[in-house]
C-alpha cells in the first residue's frame, strides 16, 4: 500500500515540481514542496481505490481476529487435535553453521515436555526456531494449527508463546514492576494476572521496586518465568531454568513450574535429568542436531541405557 | 532528599564528573582573566553550547544504544533544521517565500521551527524506514549508508542554498530584549534556548522512565532479541527513536540558527561535538549523554574565551571536543555512566 501511496505521489510530485520551479520566480524549494503537497493530495484517489478493491479479506469481519492472521502461514496443518506445537523436520543455521539438521518434535496442549541431550545438541537452537529468533531454512513448526515457520520473534510471541530464554536475560536497568510491565500485551494484562505471578513466586511482590540487576539467581529466573505469565500465553518455553541455581532454590522452581502447567502447556530444555524427570510427562532426545528419540518420560526413566548413551548420565 | 544527595555524591562517577566541572570552572575564570562579566559571558554562553550539543547527541546516543547505529547524518539534520528556520524567517532570502504570508516575525519564527522539525522528522524517517532497514544485518553497511547521507545532506544544501553564509537578520521578541548581566549584555534568546534544553533533557528523560514506550527503549538498549521475544515489534521502535532522534537534531539547528552563522560546516562541527559527548557519557547513557554536553559546551566555550584572551590561536576551541574525546578514550573507555561494549 505504500509502495502505490508512495509511487502516485511521487509521479505527480515530479511532473508538477518543473512548472511550479518556473513559475515561482526560481524557488526550487517552494516548488518541490507544492509538488510534494499536491503529489500526497493527488495520492488520495489511488489509495482509495487500493482500499476499495485488494485487500477486500482482511476487512472481512465473519469469524472472530485469530493472533496469527496476516502471516505468511501457508494454510493449516493436519495437526494431532491434541497437540498445541508441531515442529517438522526443521534445519535451522546460525551463521554458515547447520545447527538443526532434522528436528522434529510433538507438544500435546497441557503437558510438560522436556527437550533432552548433551551440550551443544541444538536444543537451545530448536527452542530459538520456536520462537523465531532463528527461524529454519527448512521443515516447518506449526502452532496451534498454523504454519509460523517463517514469522517474526515478536509476531511469534504475540501469537501466545512466552520465552524464558537461558541466562534469564531479564533487564537488569529495569526495575522488577517494568520487566513486568513491559511484557503486557494489552492494557490490564499485568493487573488481570499478578495475583497468579505473586501467588507462585511471592518474593517478585517485596522486591517488586528494586532494579532486576540486584537480584539473586534464583530471583532473576523467577523474574523470567513470572514475565512470561503476564500476557495470556498458551505454551511457555523454559530453557534451562535451573542452571547455576542451589538446590533448594531448584526445588522452589520445579513446584512453580509444576503449579503453572496446570494453566499453560510447558516446553522445557533441561540438562539436570533428576530435575527434567521429576518435572516432565514426555521427552525428545536431540543428538548432534537431530531428534533421535521421543516418548513418555515414564518409559524413559526405565530405560538406562539410552540415558546413558544420549545423556551420558549413570 | 537528603539520602540521595548522599549517595549521590558517595557515587565515584558523580565525585568525578564534580572535579571536572570544577576544573572547568577555575579554567574558565582562568580564562576570563578573573574579569566576573567575562566570567558569567563563558558560563552563558557554554550552557548554550551544551545545550545544542545535547540536541544533536541526544538522538545520537539513542540511535546508538538501542539500534548500534552510529548516526553520521545527525549533524546533516542539525544543519538542514538552521537552514531551513534561516529560509523561512527570511523570505527574500534563500529559497522559500512561504514564510511572508506570516507578518509578526517571532510568530513566523515559531513556525519556521515547527517546520524545520517537521521536515527533519520526515527526512529521518524515510532514511530509516527505506534505506536502513534492509541493513540491519549488515552494521558496516549502515555506518557507509548514514555517512553517505550526511555527504548527500551537504551536497543538497549546497544546490539549494550555495555555499554562501546566512547571517541572522531578523529580530524576534526574544532577540530585541536583552539583559545585563555584571557589566556584559545577554539576548533573552540565549536564556530561553537554556531553558527550552533543560525542559528538553527532562521531558525526554520522563519520556524513558514513565511511558510504555520508554520502558521499551531502555529495555532495547540492554536488549533487543529479547524485547522482540516479548512480541514487541522492535523494528517500529527503531523507527520511531530514529525520526524522533532527527526531528530534534533540526530542532537543534533551528533554534541556534538566530546567533550562529549559518553555513556548510555547521553539521560536521556539532557531530564532531556530539561524537565527543556520547563517547564521555558512555555510549547509550541518556543521563551520560546530559551530563556530557554540559562538561563537553563549558569546556569548548571556556577553551575559545582562553584562546582569544591569550592569543594562542582560534584553532584551540574546535579542537577541545575532540581533544576531550582523546583524553576519555586513553582513560575510561567506558565514559562515565557507559558499560563495556
Redesign the interface.
Known amino acids: 500500500m505504500l509502495i502505490i501511496w508512495a509511487a502516485v505521489g511521487a509521479t505527480l510530485a515530479v511532473l508538477i515540481t518543473p512548472t511550479v520551479y518556473r513559475n515561482?520566480?526560481q524557488?526550487?524549494?517552494?516548488g518541490l514542496?507544492i509538488g510534494l503537497i499536491v503529489g500526497i493530495i493527488g495520492s488520495v484517489p489511488g489509495l482509495l481505490v487500493f482500499w476499495l478493491l485488494l485487500p477486500y479479506r482482511f476487512r472481512q469481519s465473519d469469524r472472530p481476529p485469530h493472533p496469527l492472521d496476516g502471516f505468511r502461514w501457508r494454510g493449516v496443518a493436519q495437526m494431532h487435535s491434541n497437540n498445541i506445537l508441531e515442529v517438522r523436520d526443521i534445519h535451522t543455521f546460525i551463521g554458515q553453521f547447520h545447527i538443526l539438521e532434522g528436528v522434529s518434535l510433538e507438544v500435546p496442549r497441557g503437558s510438560i515436555t522436556v527437550i533432552l541431550g548433551r551440550n551443544g545438541a541444538g536444543k537451545t537452537t530448536t527452542l530459538r526456531s520456536i520462537?523465531?529468533?532463528n527461524n529454519p531454512r527448512s521443515g516447518s513448526i506449526f502452532y496451534n494449527g498454523r504454519n509460523i515457520t517463517h514469522a517474526?520473534?515478536?509476531e511469534i510471541?504475540?501469537s501466545g508463546i512466552g520465552?524464558v530464554?537461558e541466562h534469564r536475560?531479564i533487564?537488569?536497568?529495569?526495575t522488577v514492576r517494568?520487566n513486568l510491565?513491559?511484557?503486557a500485551?494489552k492494557r490490564g494484562d499485568l493487573e488481570r494476572n499478578q495475583q497468579f505471578i505473586f501467588d507462585l513466586f511471592p518474593d517478585l511482590q517485596r522486591l517488586i521496586d528494586l532494579p532486576g540487576g540486584n537480584l539473586s539467581g534464583g530471583q532473576q529466573q523467577m523474574l523470567a518465568i513470572a514475565?512470561a505469565l503476564v500476557?495470556d500465553n498458551d505454551l511457555l518455553l523454559i530453557d534451562e531454568p535451573s542452571e547455576g541455581l542451589a538446590p533448594v532454590i531448584i526445588d522452589q522452581l520445579m513446584a512453580a513450574i509444576k503449579q503453572l502447567a496446570k494453566h499453560k502447556t510447558v516446553l522445557l530444555v533441561e540438562q539436570n535429568f533428576r530435575v527434567a524427570s521429576r518435572l516432565a510427562d514426555r521427552y525428545v532426545i536431540i543428538d548432534d542436531g537431530h531428534s533421535v528419540m521421543s516418548g513418555d518420560m515414564a518409559d524413559l526413566i526405565k530405560n538406562p541405557d539410552v540415558i546413558k548413551r544420549y545423556l551420558g548420565v549413570a | 532528599m537528603q539520602n540521595i544527595l548522599q549517595k549521590t555524591m558517595r557515587d565515584p562517577t558523580w565525585q568525578l564528573i564534580s572535579w571536572m566541572l570544577g576544573a572547568i570552572f577555575i579554567f574558565a575564570l582562568v580564562a576570563s582573566e578573573f574579569n566576573i562579566g567575562s566570567f558569567s559571558s563563558t558560563l552563558l554562553n557554554g550552557m548554550l553550547r551544551a545545550m545544542l550539543l545535547f540536541l544533536v547527541a541526544a538522538g545520537l546516543s539513542l540511535i546508538f544504544g538501542l539500534m548500534d547505529i552510529l548516526n553520521f547524518a545527525q549533524g546533516g539534520y542539525f544543519m538542514l533544521g538552521a537552514y531551513l528556520a534561516y529560509d523561512f524567517q527570511h523570505p527574500d532570502a534563500g529559497s522559500l517565500t512561504f514564510g511572508e504570508s506570516i507578518a509578526d516575525p517571532t510568530l513566523r519564527f515559531f513556525v519556521s521551527i515547527l517546520f524545520a522539525v517537521i521536515v527533519g522528522g520526515v527526512l529521518g524517517y524515510i532514511l530509516e524506514r527505506f534505506f536502513l532497514r534492509p541493513l540491519y544485518d549488515r552494521p558496516l553497511f549502515q555506518l557507509v549508508l548514514t555517512f553517505g547521507a550526511s555527504l548527500v545532506f551537504l551536497e543538497g544544501i549546497k544546490f539549494i542554498w550555495k555555499t554562501v553564509p546566512y547571517t541572522w537578520r531578523e529580530d524576534t521578541i526574544f532577540q530585541a530584549n536583552k539583559f545585563n548581566l555584571f557589566g556584559t549584555t545577554f539576548e533573552w534568546y540565549r536564556v530561553f534556548i537554556i531553558i527550552m534544553g533543560i525542559v528538553l533533557i527532562v521531558l525526554i528523560s520522563l519520556m524513558l522512565r514513565r511511558t510504555r514506550i520508554g520502558i521499551i527503549i531502555r529495555a532495547g538498549v540492554e536488549d533487543p532479541e529479547m524485547v522482540r521475544a516479548l512480541g514487541i515489534n522492535v523494528r517500529a521502535v527503531f523507527t520511531f527513536v530514529f525520526t524522533i532522534g532527527c526531528a530534534v537534531a533540526a530542532f537543534g539547528g533551528a533554534v541556534a540558527a538566530p546567533f550562529l552563522q549559518v553555513h556548510i560546516g555547521l553539521g560536521n562541527l556539532y557531530l564532531l561535538g556530539a561524537i565527543a559527548v556520547i563517547v564521555l557519557g558512555g555510549l547509550g547513557s541518556y543521563e551520560g549523554t546530559a551530563v556530557a554536553s554540559i562538561i563537553v559546551g563549558l569546556a569548548w566555550v571556556a577553551m575559545e574565551r582562553f584562546s582569544i584572551s591569550y592569543n594562542i590561536g582560534a584553532v584551540w576551541g574546535d579542537l577541545t571536543p575532540m581533544l576531550m574525546l582523546a583524553l576519555v578514550l586513553l582513560l575510561r573507555p567506558k565514559g562515565l555512566f557507559g558499560e563495556e561494549r
Open positions: 515561482l520566480n524557488k526550487p524549494l517552494d514542496i520462537i523465531g529468533l517474526t520473534a515478536h510471541a504475540a520465552y530464554p536475560a533487564f537488569k536497568e529495569l517494568e510491565e513491559i511484557a500485551r514475565r500476557p
